[in-house]
């Protein structure tokens, strides 16, 4: 089966894992913005690294056949830093035109601190200026649901912005509701040692339904598993749920999501084939 990876860092991970995950199924990815392990220190440093994700990044997935967006954004860890966050929001409109550029992401909050809060909403500004989508990172175990609830009320207060174009990702038991009345799209992260596992992630299919919902591996310089999507379809199969509910969880929906930003140029796997053999 088809499927699309909605949030991984492949900027972390080796060539082999882009043949791995065309090999079993993946036809396209997004890649967040994201803490890469250590505090930059200089909007150039962004800045290169923004260049890494829009140029070399998607050459190394055309490599397998593989299509590959990406997201810009300082990472809420290192929000702290106000005067560097605002160095790199103000260079973020440089390449938000760029092929494949999806909008502004993985943004969000860490430890739900007053300066999270304050470049979070400058960056729901850019997006709101820019028309962007906007990816959403909320924070991990014990500060999660209070931020996936402070995160909720600064987007519902911001009435310039569409919540079918939000994306709130590492969604859980005790926050999913919270998202999705709203109306916002919410993401299923499927990691080895926290957040959610693929037998979590259909439990709360079966209590919510398939509408805007989707799962991803948010595989990255950690413990993580670049093929969860993978595991969560067989845990779907093994429930007997039919394939064109699993197919709509891990293809239809990221498509219908990601669709509306005019960077999505992306080109079905049928019609790519159909293309190659012409």
């Known amino acids: 089966m088809y499927y699309i990876d909605p949030h991984i860092h492949m900027v972390s991970r080796v060539t082999d894992d882009y043949e791995t995950l065309a090999k079993m199924g993946c036809v396209a990815m997004s890649e967040p913005a994201f803490w890469a392990g250590f505090d930059r220190g200089s909007v150039d440093g962004f800045r290169d690294y923004f260049r890494q994700l829009t140029q070399f990044e998607q050459k190394r997935a055309g490599w397998y056949h593989l299509q590959h967006f990406t997201w810009m954004c300082i ?63 909320t924070p991990h175990l014990e500060d999660k649901y209070k ?28 926050t999913i509701r919270l998202v999705l009345e709203e109306g916002f799209w919410a993401g299923m992260t499927l990691y080895p040692t926290s957040k959610c596992t693929p037998d979590r992630a259909v439990d709360m299919i079966e209590l919510y339904g398939p509408e805007r919902l989707m799962v991803n591996s948010a595989g990255d310089w950690g413990p993580s598993k670049p093929t969860a999507v993978p595991d969560f379809i067989m845990a779907m199969r093994r429930r007997g749920h039919p ?29 790519e084939v159909a293309t190659r053999e012409a």
């Not at 909720?152 to 038991?173: A, G, N, S």
């Not at 509910?245 to 005019?262: C, G, T």
Request: net charge negative; hydrophobic share 40%.
């Open 75 to 137: 990472n809420a860890k290192e929000a702290e830093n106000v005067k560097l966050s605002r160095e790199v929001i103000a260079m973020i409109p440089e390449f938000l035109d760029q092929p494949g550029v999806l909008g502004i992401g993985e943004i969000g909050l860490n430890k739900n601190t007053k300066n999270e809060s304050i470049i979070f909403l400058e960056h729901l500004d850019l997006a709101a200026k820019y028309k962007e989508q906007i990816l959403i990172h």
């Open 147 to 174: 931020g996936t609830r402070m995160i909720v009320d600064m987007l519902c207060d911001d009435r310039r912005l569409d919540h079918r174009r939000v994306l709130v990702d590492h969604v859980e038991e005790h």
């Open 243 to 271: 394939e064109s509910l699993i197919r709509k969880i891990v293809y239809d929906n990221p498509v219908e999501f990601f669709s509306q930003s005019r960077n999505f140029n992306f080109t079905p796997p049928d019609a």
